[in-house]
């Protein structure tokens, strides 16, 4: 009998890890600045109880709404952590990267 390929080992996923999954695979119907690439991703920290949202943006995006993202983002995952009944236990840290838009050709 041949053994399994990697990708077919068991593994369960903590908690933290299935919302992160959950998370990151929903983040993309997040309303964001038209025309404007605004990048939400999720990672559990290593405390296990704390998720880190990352948010990358161009620099010159007005504050408002790099603030209205990530108000947003935060109320989808503390939502979806309410779902589950994990609300009570769920931190959120935000991190945010602002990036210089690349020059026009």
């Known amino acids: 009998m041949s053994e399994k390929p990697q990708g077919f080992d068991e593994y369960t ?3 933290l890890e299935w919302l992160v999954v959950m998370l990151n695979s929903m ?4 309303n964001t600045v038209p025309g404007e690439p605004i990048v939400c991703a999720f990672t559990p920290a290593s405390d296990g109880n704390t998720i880190v949202m990352h948010i990358r943006y161009f620099a010159d995006i007005p504050p408002e709404q790099v603030k ?6 935060r109320t989808f995952a503390l939502d979806l952590a309410k779902s589950y009944n994990w ?10 990267t602002p990036i210089e838009r690349p020059p026009k050709k």
């Open 87 to 96: 609300d009570s236990w769920i931190n959120i840290q935000t991190q945010l």
């Open 13 to 15: 996923p903590s908690r």
């Open 68 to 73: 209205r993202i990530e108000t947003d983002s």
């Open 27 to 30: 983040v993309q119907y997040l």
